[in-house]
């Protein structure tokens, strides 16, 4: 049996975008402890290692989600059943929306529920229960990129996943660390602040570009009717 190097390629394609974002995560905890480190001392890098937990155990109930659905979605585009795909992909949408509200919900009006899993630190506690509020104030749209670049992977559109992976934390996120600081004098929360903005953006960018795939969907739903 051969190596087949397109399909070897199309995989490698498919699989780099989740790739991108795992190692992206390494390079941004770096960029965030540095800028805390210098603005904020060490609470300020303690909080942020408690607020990375957060995001990443809190995270992983909604990448299952989405590469639950993958597979689902994959198949039926595959089969021509874009009707499936369509359906498949708005249960996905409305799942990770319902958890991420729940999980903001709790970020937002009871942040001491997660905290205390990490430290009983009277100070550290206090100074990241205002950080989780700041970091994490646009969790609940950050559910809607995950969504959607999951199902561009789905579709086959490895291209725009990668560009969105890389979007949010390569060409937003790390940037506005080091620049944000400069321009508001509470340079602590610049630093925490450059995440919501990220996210904002990225979601924005995300849903634009979600909103042309779902049509070209509809195009080939139409045409193959």
């Not at 996905?92 to 529920?113: H, T």
């Not at 969105?164 to 506005?176: D, T």
């Amino acid at each position: 049996m051969k190596l087949d190097p397109g399909i070897i390629g199309t995989c490698v394609s498919l699989g780099l975008a989740p790739f991108i974002m795992q190692f992206t995560e390494s390079v941004l905890s770096v960029c965030f402890n540095t800028s805390l480190l210098k603005y904020g001392g060490d609470i300020a890098v303690g909080a942020m290692t408690i607020l990375t937990s957060v995001m990443q155990f809190s995270m992983l109930p909604l990448q299952g989600l989405t590469q639950g659905a993958q597979p689902i979605i994959s198949f039926n585009y595959g089969a021509g059943n874009i009707d499936r795909v369509k359906k498949a992909f708005h249960l996905l949408l409305r799942s990770s929306i319902c958890y991420a509200a729940i999980l903001w919900s709790i970020c937002m009006f009871a942040p001491r529920v997660f905290i205390a899993i990490f430290t009983n630190n009277a100070e550290l506690t206090q100074f990241t229960v205002w950080a989780m509020r700041i970091y994490m104030a646009a969790s609940l749209i950050f559910s809607i990129q995950i969504a959607c670049q999951q199902t561009f992977i789905a579709l086959g559109n490895a291209k725009t996943s990668v560009f969105l992976a890389l979007l949010r934390k390569v060409l937003l996120l790390i940037p506005l660390i080091f620049i944000l600081p400069q321009f508001i004098s509470n340079q602590v929360l610049a630093v925490f602040i450059a995440e919501p903005i990220a996210d904002i953006i990225a979601v924005s960018t995300t849903a634009i570009l979600f909103t042309r795939e779902y049509k070209r969907l509809g195009k080939y739903e139409s045409e193959a009717a």
